[in-house]
């Protein structure tokens, strides 16, 4: 199993991040991409990875919450990050128009700015959309390309959208994130009905660890903080709504993520 989205670096992690590394390898995960949500972040991650060993990679962006602070030269930084081979992707990038913790304008200066990198350097897209699709489907469609058609280098991260929008990111050739909101009783109800629309050859898995733990883990000492041991139940709970065996979930995403971030074959 791969975890193509955590948060390692928060510091609900601080206490014990070794330990959560070692439960994730305990539990079937093989390979963890961490996310990077700022440009100090993302270096972070990349030296996290550089010292960790051969099953961690990272993202290297900013994240629409941070748009507004994106001091100027960041593309270049940006850049010198995604040149490092631990780096397998741009982002976390987007637009979130239902917090809106930055102004919409400078969400999607950002936006696009990432876009262009991106094509520019040939690395996949990972991105965040909440409340915000089809103003991301247009800047698909101004950066790259009239039929988005650079889009199939592209995962819509924890995914949360209606079904237009599901449809559009697939026409496109997106892969589509899914993390525990699925097994949110009360949220998740709409993207359990909309997962079965996802062909296998376009579902990745996440925890975005230590957000949204999956509500079908037994309770854990932690409380609410999630961590990329309990990616198998948002696997389980994945293989449930497609009427498919778990294991065969958990070979399609990894196989997906292998083939998306351009991973290395496990040892």
């Keep these: 199993m791969i975890d193509i989205g955590v948060n390692l670096l928060h510091p609900q992690f601080d206490g014990d991040r070794e330990a959560v590394l070692q439960r994730a390898r305990e539990a079937g995960i093989t390979d963890m991409i961490i996310t990077g949500t700022n440009i100090a972040e993302s270096r972070g991650a990349m030296n996290y990875c550089e010292t960790l060993g051969a099953s961690l990679f990272c993202t290297a962006g900013i994240h629409p919450h941070d748009a507004?602070?994106?001091?100027?030269?960041?593309?270049?930084?940006?850049?010198?990050?995604?040149?490092?081979?631990?780096?397998?992707?741009?982002?976390?990038?987007?637009?979130?128009?239902?917090?809106?913790?930055?102004?919409?304008?400078?969400?999607?200066?950002?936006?696009?700015?990432?876009?262009?990198?991106?094509?520019?350097?040939?690395?996949p897209l990972f991105v965040h959309d909440r409340d915000a699709s089809a103003a991301v489907l247009h800047a698909f469609r101004e950066v790259l390309g009239p039929s988005g058609n650079a889009a199939t280098n592209v995962v819509v991260h924890c995914f949360t959208g209606n079904a237009a929008a599901l449809s559009e990111y697939l026409a496109l050739g997106c892969y589509i994130g899914i993390t525990g909101w699925l097994c949110d009783h009360r949220r998740g109800a709409g993207l359990r009905a909309l997962v079965p629309e996802i062909p296998l050859d376009r579902l990745l898995v996440e925890t975005d660890a230590p957000f949204l733990r999956p509500q079908n883990a037994p309770a854990g000492a932690d409380g609410r903080r999630n961590e990329p041991a309990l990616l198998p139940y948002v696997i389980q709970k994945l293989a449930q709504c497609l009427g498919e065996d778990p294991e065969r979930i958990a070979e399609w995403t990894a196989r997906n993520a292998r083939r998306l971030f351009r991973l290395p074959l496990p040892s």
């Design 68 to 123: 507004r602070n994106a001091a100027p030269g960041w593309q270049d930084a940006l850049r010198a990050l995604a040149q490092h081979p631990r780096v397998v992707a741009i982002g976390e990038t987007g637009l979130d128009f239902n917090r809106n913790f930055s102004p919409p304008e400078a969400q999607e200066t950002v936006f696009r700015g990432h876009l262009a990198v991106a094509r520019e350097i040939d690395l």
